[in-house]
T-cell receptor
Framework: AQSVTQLDSHVSVSEGTPVLLRCNYS??????LFWYVQHPNKGLQLLLK??????LVKGINGFEAEFKKSETSFHLTKPSAHMSDAAEYFC????????????FGGGTRVLVKP | DGGITQSPKYLFRKEGQNVTLSCEQN?????MYWYRQDPGQGLRLIYY???????QKGDIAEGYSVSREKKESFPLTVTSAQKNPTAFYLC???????????FGQGTRLTVV
C-alpha cells in the first residue's frame, strides 16, 4: 500500500522569497517520487522525480527536492519565488511492485504576492 | 510532436446521457490512466490499463467504463449511472518501468 500527505493545502509567499512545499509518503515498496505542477485548467507538468539515485533532485524552473528515507519525506523547495510559480503542486508516489500505480497527494495551492 | 491529446477541451451534456471522452497518445507508452479532479480533492484514479486489451478499476470506477483496443487510445465513457459527473478529467500515460506519467490538457465535463 502507498499514500501521500501534503501537509499544507495553501502556501502564500512574496515574490523573491523561498518556497517550501512539504510532502510525506508511505509505501510498502521502494518508491519513486514525483512533484507535478498544474496551472489553472491545464494538465500536469512534471517538475522533478526521484527514482533511487541521488537523494537531492534538481528539477525545472529552479525547483529541487530532497528524498529523506528516515523521515519519509520529499519536500519541494525553490530559493526565490516568481509570479509564474503561482499554481497547484502535487506530490506523487509510485512503485514498480505496485504496478506503477500513481498515488497523489491532495495538492498545495501556491499564491505569490508581488 | 509527441504527447497526449484529450478532446474535447470542454463538453456539455444533459443529465442521463452517456458521453465519451477521447484520449490519444503517440509516445508508445504501454500504460494509460484516467483521473478525475474535483476542487480541493486532488486527483482520483478512475481506471488504468497496463497493456492493450486489459484494464483495471481504480478507486472510483463506478459509473465509468473504458476500452483499450489500441495502444494509442484509451477512451473513457461517463455513463448515466455516474451520480455526479461534472468534473475535470485528466488522461495520462507512462512507460511501465519508469512510472513517470505524462498528462493531457484535460476535459472539463459539465452535466446540466
Amino acid at each position: 500500500a502507498q499514500s501521500v500527505t501534503q501537509l499544507d493545502s495553501h502556501v502564500s509567499v512574496s515574490e523573491g522569497t523561498p518556497v517550501l512545499l512539504r510532502c510525506n509518503y508511505s509505501s510498502s515498496y521502494s518508491p519513486s517520487l514525483f512533484w507535478y505542477v498544474q496551472h489553472p485548467n491545464k494538465g500536469l507538468q512534471l517538475l522533478l522525480k526521484y527514482t533511487s539515485a541521488a537523494t537531492l533532485v534538481k528539477g525545472i524552473n529552479g525547483f529541487e527536492a530532497e528524498f529523506k528515507k528516515s523521515e519519509t519525506s520529499f519536500h519541494l523547495t525553490k530559493p526565490s519565488a516568481h509570479m509564474s510559480d503561482a499554481a497547484e503542486y502535487f506530490c506523487v508516489v509510485s512503485a514498480q511492485a505496485a504496478g506503477n500505480k500513481l498515488t497523489f497527494g491532495g495538492g498545495t495551492r501556491v499564491l505569490v504576492k508581488p | 510532436d509527441g504527447g497526449i491529446t484529450q478532446s474535447p477541451k470542454y463538453l456539455f451534456r444533459k443529465e442521463g446521457q452517456n458521453v465519451t471522452l477521447s484520449c490519444e497518445q503517440n509516445l508508445n507508452h504501454d500504460a494509460m490512466y484516467w483521473y478525475r479532479q474535483d476542487p480541493g480533492q486532488g486527483l482520483r484514479l478512475i481506471y488504468y490499463s497496463q497493456i492493450v486489451n486489459d484494464f483495471q478499476k481504480g478507486d472510483i470506477a463506478e459509473g465509468y467504463s473504458v476500452s483499450r483496443e489500441k495502444k494509442e487510445s484509451f477512451p473513457l465513457t461517463v455513463t448515466s449511472a455516474q451520480k455526479n459527473p461534472t468534473a475535470f478529467y485528466l488522461c495520462a500515460s507512462s512507460i511501465q518501468q519508469a512510472g513517470e506519467a505524462f498528462f493531457g490538457q484535460g476535459t472539463r465535463l459539465t452535466v446540466v
